[in-house]
């Protein structure tokens, strides 16, 4: 009796120190080199980026831009052993499995909130999300990120009527609204102007749409697969008279509910496309789809965001011949050239109708 009661007190003290060390605060001022001050976690480091949790969002930077004394606080934090699930230090509690170490109370399934055992299957998203694959029917995957959630726990806005799902994090940045739309238009146009991208000429009308017209549209120009957006383009060649000229009308379609940051790379593709269309641009797939992405992929690179990281890695690790390929080796022109070269060359494709 004695003896039971002893390892009862004895818990109740573990658990008040559990509760002091959870409750510490990670976070701590980051000091950019130009001097710009920002409190916040770091939660991962990958080669010389670093993840930031700033004020509940997840952020990406660049290392170099932070003072010696942050460069250094993350050499000292790399050296410690951390669960990937949480990014705390490994205590004595810890499982080993797919390479990776973890917190015996953070290898767990997110569905049954049971830890993992030996011979179970498992899966596991970009953001640490796991879970049995017997319970796998019970998550759904956001249509952006990739992040898993828990279907029953969920917000009903995350299910949209097309049949799209998205993460609570991209929900919340979702663009539903014109007015948030135009501001996306915005800063996309910041970003082109400063590669040499003009504005277009001709009329522009921007729609957000469901998945069910965007795929209908698409069909008028055979395009098909995971679309997002869609440029259509109308011209009128008039000779002679006083309206001589040629005249353009560019109608855009985007997905509705998209998270901003990648609204803003959808429409710096389409705008590529609107680009390309007023010159009479045209080639192969990989070239034009290619240069299209390479132009959204700077407007992702100007992002700070988790998110755009994710993005712009799906487009490293695309596998289309057109999107995945034809990108990569756009990359690797920029990379020997500048901007206004490649669109000189670009341009060199004109080929503007012949009329008899
Ligand atoms: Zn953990
Ligand atoms: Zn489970
Ligand atoms: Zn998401
Ligand atoms: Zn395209």
């Known amino acids: 009796m004695v003896l039971n009661s002893f390892v009862i007190i004895f818990r109740t003290i ?20 130009q001097g710009t001050k920002s409190e916040g976690e770091l939660f991962e480091v990958l080669g010389d980026r670093i993840g930031l949790l700033i004020k509940g969002r997840e952020y990406h930077f660049s290392l170099s831009r932070f003072i010696q004394s942050d460069q250094d606080y993350v050499k000292r934090w790399k050296m410690t052993p951390r669960c990937p699930a949480c990014s705390k ?32 299957q498992f899966r596991r998203d970009a953001w640490n999300g796991m879970v049995h694959i017997k319970h796998y029917q019970f998550t759904g995957l956001c249509g952006t990120c990739s992040r898993l959630f828990v279907k029953k726990n969920a917000n009903p806005k995350q299910f949209f009527a097309d049949g799209r799902m998205s993460c609570l994090s991209c929900l919340k940045d979702g663009v539903f609204e014109k007015n948030i739309l135009s501001e996306v238009e915005k800063r996309v146009w910041e970003t082109l102007t400063q590669i040499g991208l003009s504005k277009p000429k001709g009329k522009l009308s921007i729609r957000l749409v469901d998945r069910n017209l965007l795929n209908k549209e698409a069909l008028k120009i055979n395009a098909r697969g995971n679309l997002r957006g869609l440029t259509l383009t ?11 000229g040629t005249t353009f009308d560019h109608q855009i379609y985007v997905l509705y509910g998209l998270p901003y ?20 641009i045209d080639s192969t797939p990989p070239v034009v789809e290619g240069f299209c992405n390479l132009v959204s992929s700077e407007v992702l690179e100007k992002e700070k965001s988790k998110l755009a990281s994710i993005l712009l890695d799906n487009l490293q690790n695309n596998t289309s011949l057109a999107y995945g390929v034809g990108y990569r080796k756009m990359k690797a022109n920029l990379a020997q050239k500048s901007w206004p070269q490649v669109l000189m060359e670009m341009k060199s494709k004109s080929k503007p109708p012949k009329i008899k």
């Not at 573990?14 to 000091?31: A, D, K, M, Q």
């Not at 917190?103 to 569905?111: D, E, P, Q």
């Not at 109308?234 to 001589?244: A, C, D, E, L, W």
């Not at 940051?261 to 009479?280: P, Q």
């Open 234 to 244: 109308k011209y009128k060649i008039v000779q002679g008279g006083r309206n001589s």
């Open 89 to 120: 230090a490994l205590g004595t509690r810890t499982i080993e499995a797919g390479g990776f170490k973890y917190h015996t109370s953070c290898f767990s399934c997110m569905v049954c909130r049971s830890g993992f055992k030996g011979g179970d």
């Open 261 to 280: 940051i990648e609204c803003e790379s959808v429409l710096a593709h389409e705008f590529a496309h609107v680009w390309l269309n007023e010159r009479f």
């Open 14 to 33: 573990f658990c008040i120190g559990l509760f002091l060390i959870s409750s510490i605060s990670w976070s701590r001022v980051w000091t950019t080199k």
